[in-house]
């Protein structure tokens, strides 16, 4: 399984930014996937769930990105996507894209089964 994440970058304060992720179909049709981020200076545990999509298409959000960021899925295309708007400094991170089995907390990090490599997002004021 392999996801691969890309359309990170540096903008502005309020500005924004749409990350993408390849993956294989196999992976939306049986799991959820999610977005993650790591702030800079946090350890891989400290990973957090910013956004998932679950098989039927159920969206979560974390409070901070709601209203702001939308996941949507391209299933023509196996493509995961994130839109970020109006985007503020402290969402500066590496954003990774996960897929899991719905087995826990979509927020979780320790229950992700695959991990993409992750893209830079710089925001700055």
């Known amino acids: 399984v392999q996801l691969e994440e890309s359309g990170g970058g540096s903008v502005q304060a309020g500005e924004s930014l749409k990350l993408s992720c390849s993956h294989s179909?196999?992976?939306?049709?049986?799991?959820?996937m999610t977005w993650f981020r790591q702030a800079p200076g946090k350890q891989r545990d400290e990973r957090e769930g910013?956004?998932?999509?679950?098989?039927?298409?159920?969206?979560n959000y974390a409070d901070s990105v709601r209203g702001r960021f939308t996941i949507s899925q391209d299933y023509a295309n196996n493509i995961l996507t994130l839109q970020m708007n109006n985007l503020k400094p402290e969402d500066t991170a590496m954003y990774f894209c996960?897929?899991?089995?719905?087995?826990?907390?979509?927020?979780?990090?320790?229950?992700?089964?695959?991990w993409g490599k992750g893209t830079f997002v710089t925001i700055s004021s």
């Open positions: 910013v956004a998932s999509i679950d098989s039927d298409g159920n969206t």
């Open positions: 179909k196999y992976i939306h049709i049986t799991g959820r």
């Open positions: 996960a897929a899991d089995r719905e087995l826990g907390a979509w927020y979780d990090p320790y229950g992700v089964d695959y």
